[in-house]
């Protein structure tokens, strides 16, 4: 396998996402110097990941939260439970907590981090297409109300992050598409080369070790980086540019979806039509031209 890449994130706590395959070894590297407990944060269906993942981290005291899957982990009990727990076992600054799983368990584990007395370390170890190009990027982190997805949340940029694309290997296929929503949306906002290799790629060939997957993945979180370095907290560009709102490409209709269908529509996908959809409106309020609005239903 070659070598992995390193991006990285030029924000006021700078910090570097490691890209490749069969990099989970490079865990301890990411985490702060005299970390001496870490608490795993990981969904029920990745339980089987956690003894050999706890044994990346040698000679720290692990504790695990486990939290459950997909979007019933971003709940106000879920994260409370986690308070109590490090708690319990007396965690403090100086500690760590590591995310591994989805975007659900990035958002809410990141979440947990930013608010256990008032901010410790958190180093995400994503293990679907989305969270590696989205949740675990930019120190978003939040849990949803019943008044709508990710109202309530904080800034907290990790460590680091490790994406080991070994790790979508198992990831179901309809999982890795979605999470190609994402992917897209970089490329209508700031990337083209990413609608061009979609657009000259034959989908069946886009697997975990496809060297295309990782130059999508690769470049899409080289997007949000670059986005989030001059716009954390989403306060406006500088020279017209949006600023960090231009991720949000597609999000208004897409949380909307979300949440009028229980979740049942995977955020990738619901991105994906929320793109098309600003798109269509473009074409008809404000004259964008019919190719692009063609090329958006073509490349998603």
């Known amino acids: 396998m070659s070598e992995p890449s390193v991006i990285h994130v030029a924000t006021?706590?700078?910090?570097?996402?490691?890209v490749g395959h069969g990099v989970l070894d490079r865990l301890r590297g990411?985490?702060?110097?005299?970390?001496?407990?870490?608490?795993?944060?990981?969904?029920?269906?990745?339980?089987?990941?956690?003894d050999p993942f706890a044994d990346l981290l040698d000679s720290l005291d692990v504790v695990v939260l486990q939290v459950p899957d997909g979007e019933e982990a971003k709940d106000w009990e879920v994260a409370a439970a986690c308070?109590?727990?490090?708690?319990?076992?007396?965690?403090?600054?100086?500690?760590a907590v590591v995310t591994l799983g989805g975007g659900a368990t990035t958002d809410v584990g990141g979440f947990v981090a930013a608010t256990w007395l008032r901010g410790v370390a958190v180093v995400h170890v994503p293990t679907?297409?989305?969270?590696?190009?989205?949740?675990?990027?930019?120190?978003?982190?939040?849990?949803n109300t019943p008044a709508g997805k990710n109202l309530v949340g904080s800034f907290h940029e990790p460590a680091g992050?490790?994406?080991?694309?070994?790790?979508?290997?198992?990831?179901?296929?309809?999982?890795?598409?979605?999470?190609?929503?994402?992917?897209?949306?970089c490329g209508f906002i700031a990337d083209p080369r990413i609608l061009e290799l979609v657009e000259t790629t034959d989908p069946a060939t886009l697997t975990a070790d496809s060297p295309v997957l990782r130059e999508l993945v690769e470049r899409a979180i080289a997007v949000k980086a670059d986005v989030v370095a001059g716009?954390?907290?989403?306060?406006?560009?500088v020279d017209g540019h949006p600023g960090r709102e231009a991720l949000n490409y597609g999000h208004t209709l897409a949380h909307?979806?979300?949440?009028?269908?229980?979740y049942s529509i995977r955020h990738g996908e619901a991105v994906a039509l929320g793109c098309i959809y600003v798109a269509e409106l473009a074409a008809r309020a404000t004259g964008l031209p019919d190719g692009l609005v063609d090329r958006h239903r073509a490349v998603f």
Do not use: N
């Not at 006021?12 to 490691?18: E, F, S």
């Not at 001496?36 to 990745?46: H, N």
């Open 161 to 185: 992050v490790l994406c080991d694309l070994a790790l979508l290997e198992t990831l179901p296929r309809a999982e890795l598409v979605a999470g190609l929503g994402e992917v897209v949306k």
């Open 12 to 18: 006021a706590a700078p910090y570097d996402v490691v």
């Open 231 to 237: 716009d954390l907290k989403e306060k406006g560009g």
């Open 256 to 262: 909307a979806i979300e949440k009028a269908t229980g």
């Open 30 to 50: 990411l985490l702060p110097a005299g970390v001496q407990r870490v608490a795993i944060v990981c969904p029920e269906s990745l339980e089987h990941l956690l």
């Open 128 to 143: 679907s297409l989305l969270a590696m190009v989205d949740a675990a990027v930019g120190g978003k982190t939040g849990i």
């Open 83 to 95: 308070w109590e727990a490090l708690g319990e076992e007396g965690f403090t600054r100086s500690d």
